[in-house]
């Protein structure tokens, strides 16, 4: 069964300190995998997706992702960290048919200045 | 903008009186979703729309109900919501197919008390 994984529960950083959050998937065909970020009482918004081509993805807000296959890891890295980036991050993949999401855990990312 | 918008964004139901959330969309997206979301835990799917065809996840309980009257609309009725169903309920979209992802709502926080 397709799965993704977040080893990360919770993760603290400084403010302009840089970030990996760790992405774990298993899936057995091409994985489809984005990230989202959720700030407190939002919705979801889409950071970045990957489902082809160059295994470094750049998204919104300064953030990029990278796949590696060898690894079935899809982490997101950003080199410096601003306040306003505290928020959970959730690594998500499509399914085979593409109607379904399927969603890690989540990283509850604090900031300390 | 082209967006997905959720009415109300703050619901407060006695146990056990239907309420009724609604989700609506200018991104002309044929997919609709509905995700419960729990404190800390990651979105659950708890159904989907794929134009006109609905879409009941295994585990949702019969107590959700949805309607999709046109393209842009989805309602989720929660028939005698009990003090378990508070949650945050999210609307998605998507255009269908694996490489687009999904686009969030800011969600729907509903009290049951």
């Known amino acids: 069964a397709q799965s993704v994984t977040q080893p990360d529960i919770h993760i603290t950083v400084s403010e302009g300190a840089s970030l990996e959050l760790r992405c774990n998937y298993s899936?057995?065909?091409?994985?489809?995998l984005f990230w989202y970020v959720q700030s407190p009482g939002q919705g979801l918004q889409l950071l970045l997706k990957y489902f082809s081509g160059d295994t470094l993805v750049q998204g919104i807000k300064g953030f990029e992702a990278e796949f590696k296959r060898s690894q079935s890891s899809f982490n997101l890295r950003k080199p410096s960290v601003h306040w306003s980036d505290a928020a959970e991050y959730f690594c998500?993949?499509?399914?085979?048919?593409?109607?379904?999401?399927?969603f890690g855990a989540g990283t509850i990312l604090r900031v300390k200045s | 903008d082209a967006m997905v918008i959720q009415n109300p964004r703050y619901q407060v139901t006695q146990f056990g009186k239907p309420v009724t959330l609604s989700c609506s969309q200018t991104?002309?997206?044929?997919?609709m979703y509905w995700y419960q979301q729990k404190s800390s835990q990651a979105p659950k799917l708890l159904f989907h729309?794929?134009?006109?065809?609905?879409?009941n996840e295994a585990d949702t309980p019969d107590n959700f109900q949805s309607r999709r009257p046109n393209t842009s609309f989805c309602f989720l009725d929660i028939r005698s919501p009990g003090l378990g169903d508070a949650a945050m309920y999210l609307c998605a979209t998507s255009r269908g197919g694996r490489e687009g992802g999904q686009f969030f709502g800011p969600g729907t926080r509903l009290t049951v008390l």
């Open positions: 998500a993949a499509i399914n085979i048919y593409g109607n379904k999401l399927v």
């Open positions: 899936y057995g065909a091409t994985p489809y």
């Open positions: 729309y794929y134009d006109k065809d609905f879409n």
């Open positions: 991104l002309n997206h044929n997919v």
